[in-house]
């Protein structure tokens, strides 16, 4: 594996590889990687002659100075399981790399952008965007690999490469868990032993309100999981929403739309975790 810090290496280098008439397919992170990252690295390298992985904490995509701060940063350790995984090429630029000069450009993704985490962290979407353009231009993949625990972001992306016309298949990935349903994150490494403890409850109240999903109403679930969470004194929910997977309105009943997903932010203390739900109703109920 290749370390590159300078888009002109790598982009010298792809362009050698791209002559030989290779594949490219890329992973983009923010490092501190877990086994979901590597399930997506796995992924890429299995349906691509070349495989790229960026590691760039892109500040852009931050609203919140403290949380860019606090991310946490593992680049040593990084680099051993991207070797193990079988990337070939890590690029993991510097700010003023990404950043030669301000990025002023402003993305509209209308409403796709406006609720949950559009909607609690502003500005976040268009930071993503900006990073996600950047990196696309430089790589030039056919194919890119995200996780679903991102699912809006995924949204966001598919949005973006459809109004650019960008050359790139975005390939969405299952979101991997812990034995005990906790979403893998990079922030779970944030949490204190006990907060460790009590963050699956978010996991496996989002499972159980799937099934109660069944005969119960959208209001009735939403105020399951929102009540359920909040009772433990170190959740606090953030906002739950049961929306239509494609336009992220938010649903007041069943029939509305198939397969709604279900769309969690958490703090637990001061981390602020994500997950999702698909529920999975039958057409024909009413309420
Ligand atoms: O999902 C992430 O880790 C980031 O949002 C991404 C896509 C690497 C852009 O910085």
């Known amino acids: 594996m290749k370390t590159l810090n300078s888009v002109k290496d790598l982009k010298n280098l792809l362009t050698q590889e791209r002559l030989k008439n290779k594949n490219i397919g890329f992973v983009p992170t923010m490092g501190a990687l877990h086994d979901g990252h590597l399930s997506l690295v796995k992924h890429c390298v299995r349906e691509n002659e070349v495989c790229v992985v960026s590691i760039f904490v892109n500040p852009t995509q931050f609203n919140d100075k403290n949380d860019l701060d606090a991310y946490p940063r593992t680049p040593e350790k990084d680099r051993t399981l991207l070797q193990t995984a079988g ?6 630029p510097s700010e003023k790399e990404m950043y030669p000069e301000p990025d002023t450009r402003t993305f509209n993704f ?9 909607e609690h962290r502003p500005g976040h979407f ?13 790589i030039g993949p056919c194919k890119a690999y995200f996780g679903e625990k991102d699912f809006q972001q995924i949204a966001i992306i598919q949005q973006m490469v459809k109004s650019l016309h960008l050359n790139v298949q975005i390939i969405p990935c299952p979101t991997l868990r812990e034995a005990d349903g906790l979403a893998m994150s990079s922030r ?15 996991a496996q109240t989002l499972k159980e309100s799937a099934t109660l999903a069944t005969n119960k109403t959208v209001r009735e679930v939403k105020d399951f999981v929102t009540n ?5 004194p170190l959740l606090r929910v953030e906002y739950f929403e ?7 309105t938010p649903i007041t009943c069943w029939t509305e739309t198939t ?7 958490v703090f637990c203390g001061n981390v602020r975790l994500i ?8 057409q024909i109920q009413t309420n």
Request: glycine share 6%; hydrophobic share 45%; net charge positive.
């Open 87 to 92: 990337c070939n090429y890590l690029f993991a």
């Open 110 to 118: 209308g409403n796709l952008a406006c609720v949950m985490e559009g």
């Open 126 to 138: 268009n930071g993503v965007a900006q990073i996600v353009s950047k990196l696309f231009n430089i």
């Open 188 to 202: 779970n490494q944030l949490l204190s032993d006990e907060q460790r403890r009590k963050a699956p409850l978010i």
């Open 228 to 232: 359920t969470l909040n009772k433990e």
């Open 242 to 248: 049961i929306a239509n997977r494609h336009t992220f």
């Open 259 to 265: 397969l709604p997903i279900g769309c969690i932010a």
């Open 275 to 282: 997950d999702n739900i698909t529920y999975f109703v039958p």
